[in-house]
């Protein structure tokens, strides 16, 4: 549907089996871009599934597509991992063109009520979702300029980040935080003919769910407990109801707006955040 043919994009936290990153990488691959998998560690989600390997199987994946992927792993709130993150993609592909900040902190100590909240947690949050997104869009920003061939940078802020809610006070905000970079980055970057669009998704049927139930839940129960109960599949069901459209997403929901906006079908668009969520916000 698209023309990526020649594109060379860069997916952070796409290792998740499930995870909107994994929908990402594979839908631009299929579009005929090349594509850096990356993320924090190979697995993030190691103990959950039997044969999934994290980012070397997305990269299997977009091989068995037609299409040369990479494995290149680093922690997005690192400012020095995050350059020879985008130096080695350079080195490995010749140029980046699409960059999708999709990395995102793993709900847990941060979805408290404001007044339990702790200043580590509120950091982490900031950290790998703030600080992650501005890191890695400069670095391919100096990249996509140096090079002069203009871009698609994406970031990813959520239904969160244009309305906030109790025990997502740290989350919201980061998410508000990426609107607003997202904005000012796009008037600097306009001259050089580099699109920077945020998405906001509504709720998406991830791993991530597991994490924000359990810790939502009035039970000492970690993520991992939550998702090996069993219990993930019946609290999203229980959530479609809510969603306007009938359901709530899956990655490849998302996956279609980041196609449409790494594509040149969006060269006249810059600076806007797309919901994602079949109705469930609007506005
Ligand atoms: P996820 O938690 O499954 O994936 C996040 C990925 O980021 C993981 O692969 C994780 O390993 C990686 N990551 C974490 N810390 C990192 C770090 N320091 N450096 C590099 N990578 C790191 O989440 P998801 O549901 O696939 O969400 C992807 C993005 O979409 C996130 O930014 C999230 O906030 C956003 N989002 C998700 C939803 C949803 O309902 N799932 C809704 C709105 C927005």
Redesign the pocket.
Known sequence: MYNLNGKVALV?????EY???RAIATRLAKEGADVIVS???SN?YAYDSNDWEGAPSVVREIEALGRQAVTIL????DADQVDALVNEGVERFGHIDIFVS?????PGPDRVPVVELEEEAWDTVHK??LK?TFLCCRAVARHMIDRGGGGKIIT?S???GRTGSARFAAYAASKFGVIGFTQALAQELAPHHINVNAIC????D????SYIAAALSPEDISGEEWRASGRHNEAMRQRDSRVPLGRVAV?EDVAKTAAFLASSESDYLTGLAINVAGGSAMG
């Open positions: 952070t936290g796409a290792g998740g995870g909107i990153g993320d924090v560690v993030p680093a922690d997005v709130s999709n990395a995102g902190s793993r790998i979702n992650g990813m959520s239904v969160s998704p509504g709720v998406v991830t791993e991530r769910w990655g």
